[in-house]
C-alpha cells in the first residue's frame, strides 16, 4: 500500500534555532496535513493545505510556523524559532479528492533542547 | 481543551475477549466519527468511519454512534494479540473537513 513518508524521524534542535520538517505525500493525493501530538497529549490539528495554499490552520499554528509544498512531491513544515513547547511528534497527513480516508505518516519526534 | 473526551486508561485483556471502548464529545456540529489504530513508532491509521447514529461493523470491528447522548463506542471482537494497540476516536464537522479532533487515546494489550 502506498504511504506517507516523514523525515527524519527524529529531530533534535536548540531553542532559537528553525527546523524544516518533511514530508513526501502519496503522489496522487492532493490534501495536505500537519498534526501533532505531545508526549502524554491528544493528537492536535495544525493546519491543511490544499492547491498550494493554506485552506485552514488552528489557534497553534501561529507565526512561527510555515508550510510549503517546494515542488510536486514534497510538503514541508518550518519552525522558524523553535521553543521547549514545540517538543512533540508532528505527523504529516495527506488524502485524495475522492475519497475522506487521512493517510498518516510515521512521524517526526522534534525534541527542542 | 475538552471537546473529545477518551478515557485513556490501558486496557489489558485475554485474547478471544471483547474489548470495549468510548469517547463522549460536547460539540454537536460533529457529524463524523472515526476509530484509529496507532501502533508503536507509528502514524494513526483509520479503522472506522461513520457518518449516522447507529452500528457499522466491518469483520470483527463495530462502531457504534449515538448522538443524541454524544456518544461514540469501537468494539473488537474476538481480540487478537496483533490488536495490541493504541486506539484513538476522532471525528469532524463535515465531509472534507479533516480538521480532526482526536481524543486522548486507549491503549489496549491483549494477551495471548
Known amino acids: 500500500e502506498p504511504e506517507v513518508t516523514q523525515t527524519p524521524s527524529h529531530q533534535v534542535t536548540q531553542m532559537g534555532q528553525e527546523v524544516i520538517l518533511r514530508c513526501v505525500p502519496i503522489?496522487?493525493?492532493?490534501?495536505f496535513y500537519w498534526y501533532r501530538q505531545i508526549l502524554g497529549q491528544k493528537v492536535e490539528f495544525l493546519v491543511s493545505f490544499y492547491n498550494n495554499e493554506i485552506s485552514e490552520k488552528s489557534e497553534i499554528f501561529d507565526d512561527q510556523f510555515s508550510v510549503e509544498r517546494p515542488d510536486g512531491s514534497n510538503f514541508t513544515l518550518k519552525i522558524r524559532s523553535t521553543k521547549l513547547e514545540d517538543s512533540a511528534m508532528y505527523f504529516c497527513?495527506?488524502?485524495?479528492?475522492?475519497?475522506?480516508?487521512?493517510?498518516f505518516g510515521s512521524g517526526t519526534q522534534l525534541s527542542v533542547l | 481543551q475538552k471537546e473529545v473526551e477518551q478515557d485513556p486508561g490501558p486496557l489489558s485483556v485475554p485474547e478471544g475477549a471483547i474489548v470495549s471502548l468510548n469517547c463522549t464529545y460536547s460539540?454537536?456540529?460533529?457529524?463524523?466519527f472515526m476509530w484509529y489504530r496507532q501502533y508503536s513508532r507509528k502514524g494513526p491509521e483509520l479503522l472506522m468511519y461513520t457518518y449516522s447514529s447507529g452500528n457499522k461493523e466491518d469483520g470483527r470491528f463495530t462502531a457504534q454512534v449515538d448522538k443524541s447522548s454524544k456518544y461514540i463506542s469501537l468494539f473488537i471482537r474476538d481480540s487478537q494479540p496483533s490488536d495490541s494497540a493504541t486506539y484513538l476516536c476522532?471525528?469532524?464537522?463535515?465531509?472534507?473537513?479533516?480538521?480532526?479532533?482526536f481524543g486522548k487515546g486507549n491503549q489496549v494489550v491483549v494477551i495471548p
Open positions: 460539540n454537536s456540529a460533529f457529524q463524523y
Open positions: 497527513a495527506s488524502r485524495d479528492r475522492l475519497n475522506e480516508k487521512l493517510f
Open positions: 503522489s496522487n493525493h492532493l490534501y
Open positions: 476522532a471525528m469532524s464537522i463535515g465531509y472534507g473537513n479533516n480538521r480532526l479532533a
